[in-house]
């Protein structure tokens, strides 16, 4: 008999270590691939950490797609979720982040092979990937971009497609939660044909199809309303959150003294005629009436998906082998929020002007004499409904190529094609600026009346057309082979080189009404109201190549050490899209530099005991700025939150476009330098170090320290760091012309530059106990997160540290994820208890002028703005499943995902996410108590 070989599996759900596998000596060593490295492998743990969620774990997890399955790992942090297209700017998307690093430095594959990215760099949409195709998933929790290309720093995720599959089974499943929306069913059926082994070939199909309904702020205490009353430390006070953009519409007149000097006066003609706020969602502040928004909204999207995968494995000879992959899947996501909010301009010859503002400019305190410049009505316009997107994607993936062995050496060939598209079409509420202009210049609508009888007035304005397309594709060519080369005295030192073309295509087709008036369409005099416009096509594309070399060595019996280093290729950036600084459409040409550099990765894995496993690397890597870093040009970015001022000189120009305390304009782009100016790939370095102990058979445990460094870090620098460090970024505070305003707005230009270093830290654990009692075969799973470091350094404001607070990118680092599960095994039923936890953060800061907190007084009325700083609870939700076996062919699952109905922690945000108020849906459970049923069966 051999030595005995100790597999020590550290899974995503805490699998721990496995008990030691023997083999007899004519039984042949299965070697097993392993993600975040090339050579095959007899022990399935190697010397970087990768966590592997089995068919039974996923199943176990109660999750309906692959995204909600990602983000129950408690190593994941900073993704996209659906409840950000809420108006938060998920567009659709639905992401994964490896330890808060971030989207666009997590690789996600599929089979090993990469996915069209949804967007211009490799940020996946998981949405695309059918959860009933899955059979397993593996994470490296470390950079891979050695193996896989540079942009893998912060890790890999690989879903690996089920295969050599010959039963048909059926799933079908169903969810509800407690609250009467948010009911979620799927169903799949997936069939194979012929063993791989023993006929020489296996077919296996496999179609799915899953929807999930809507749910909606206004049926959930925690989220109804903008208005929040709260406690803390003993003393009352509210959340304050609402829009200057109402209905009856509020009026903004700016004027000018005799003596020269201007002045800005808002109210509500409204209020001023009537003396009352008349209308839904509607609080008193001052003079004017604000909205609710947050009443409006959606907590979660509304969700569909179709998909269906096709594999074709065959044996060619006894040597090698050809397969084929093919994976088609349309997603929709409609996503509705608050109905169209626009600052529109009154014409100060206009009738509307006379009849609704000019009576009123002596009570408002306009001073006699004065001149008014011009006057601003901000809309809410709820009667042509709540504005909604629809982000259809359609993804197409192809993967063909041969495998086996030669001489000697294990090869693998394969082609990829992937493509991604995606619509957003108008499904409600935007509306044509030319066509409301006219109702309101007819007289047909009143903006400064109230609500509810107009809707038949405003729905020929509602628009219905597809605002943009966006398009998305790589083909990939690769060849890798693995051999051993020389011999050593604890074994044989196996080689794997390898070589990667890609060509990557990225387009961006916008509408005419989302392009607005420009150079290409000057006759175009039509805009979205509710929505934006400045935006302009892209159509880019890159070629990029990779080569690289591994190298294992078994120093002794107990340790391997692995070498691996990669060269990288990026050209310059293809533009066939591309404009001067006047908007004017110009040549295809380059863009950006070409970007190249060598990267390598050193890993030891030490086994001093049958017991005990240490491993430890060390690597750095590289990552090219994304198409659209650089070529998108620069385009209306929509509405700032609200900002005091930066201009504060009367003799700047821009002081004339000042609205004290408001929400101000944004313009976003990508930066087409070329030599000193442009932009660089960045840099990283890597480091783990961890170990795995098992004492006993039945109890492991497992730590994992990891380090990553990033300089020359691509940053667009956010909305609060412009606004509030003028003086450092005057530069991007810009005069432009609003096409739907029709007038000069002061804005903020948002570009990327290679501005920050940034520094993560953090500790990953994952220990297990399972034991046999008399009631069955218990199993207890404890993984989780421990960060020790989020921060980024920019010029000119210094060291952001984010781990547990609201930064100023409005996101969250979270300083502890974990998840513990129980499960008991019987000889029919298996029953399991799961504790998700979240650790509180600081919450976001206030001041008195940013209008968002107000303190209660004695008898229960509002006071004044005050300033506040609190933190956010932490949040633990607890989840049930029983699974019953009733025969081979029949299984039947039943579960209650947050038993306990745990409502989010209460959070002031007001930014990041989506429009939603009270809680923040990123980080927490929005539907509450949800109860669910699965049933397989095969056959």
Known sequence: MSRSVRLICASGLALGMHAAVAQTADAPIQRVEITGSSIKRITAEGALPVQTLSKAQIEQSGATSVADLI?????????????????????????????????????????GRRLAPATSGSTVNLA??????????????????????????????????????????????????????????????????????????????????DETQASW????????????????????????????????????????????????????????????????????????????YSATVQNTPSLKRDSVFASFNAKINENANFFAEALGSSFSNTAQYAPPAQPLGVPLNSALYAKSIAPYLSRLGVPAGATVDSTTMNLRLADAGGRADRYKTVAKHLAFGVDGTFKGFDYRAA???????????????????????????????DPFAPPGTSQAVLAPAVLTNEFSVTKSSIDQLQASATTEVFKMPAGAAQLAVGADFTRQKYSEAPDAYSQGTNKQQPDFTDAIVGGGAGALPIDASRKNWGTYGELLLPVLKSMDLTASTRYDSFGAVTNNKNFDADGNLIGSGKQGETASKATYKLALRWNPLDSLLIRGSYGTGFKAPTLTNIVKPLVNGGSSQFHNCPITAPSDPRFKLCNGKAEYGLLTGGNAAVGAGALKPEESKQATLGFRLEPIPSLSFGFDLWDVKLKNQIQTLSEDLVFGNPAVYDSLLRTYFDPIQKQNVLVAALTPFNLSTAHYQGIDWDHSYKTNTSLGKVNVQWTGTFMTKAEQDNPGTGLEKNIGRFNSYADVTFRVISKLTASLRTEMFTHSLTANYHSGYADQEYTEDNSVVREVLADGSLGDYVPLTRRVSSYTTFDWQTKAQFSKQFTLTAGIKNLANIDPPFTMRNAGGGNQSGFDPRYTDALGRTFYLTGNYKF
């Open 128 to 209: 695309s990937i059918p959860l009933a195709a899955v059979e397993k998933v593996e994470i490296l929790t470390d950079g891979a971009n050695t193996l896989y290309g540079s942009d893998a720093i912060a890790g890999v995720v690989n879903f690996i497609l089920k295969k050599n599959q010959t039963d048909a089974i059926v799933d079908v499943s169903y969810s509800q939660p407690g609250s009467r929306h948010g009911q979620t069913t799927t169903a799949s059926i997936s069939k194979g044909w012929g063993e791989l082994e023993k006929d020489g070939y296996n077919i296996l199909v496999s179609a799915a199809h």
């Open 415 to 445: 082609f990829t094609h992937s493509e991604n598209k995606q619509t957003d079409t108008a499904a409600g509420g935007y509306m044509s600026l030319n066509a409301f202009d006219a109702l309101v210049t007819s007289g047909k609508f």
């Open 71 to 111: 983000a129950t790992l408690p190593s994941m942090q900073g993704f996209t979720t659906s409840s950000m297209s809420v108006n938060g700017g998920g567009g659709g998307l639905q992401s994964a982040s490896i330890h808060s690093i971030g989207e666009g430095y997590t690789l996600v594959l599929l089979n």
């Open 217 to 292: 702020a206004k049926d959930s205490d925690f989220s109804k309303s903008g208005v929040v009353p709260f406690y803390k430390d003993g003393k009352a006070y509210s959340l304050y959150q609402l829009s200057s953009n109402s209905i009856p519409g509020t009026a903004t007149v700016k004027y000018t003294e005799a003596d020269g000097t201007p002045g800005s006066k808002a109210f509500s003609p409204n209020l001023f005629a009537t003396g009352a706020c008349n209308g839904p969602n509607l609080f008193r502040v001052g003079n004017r009436c604000l909205y609710d």
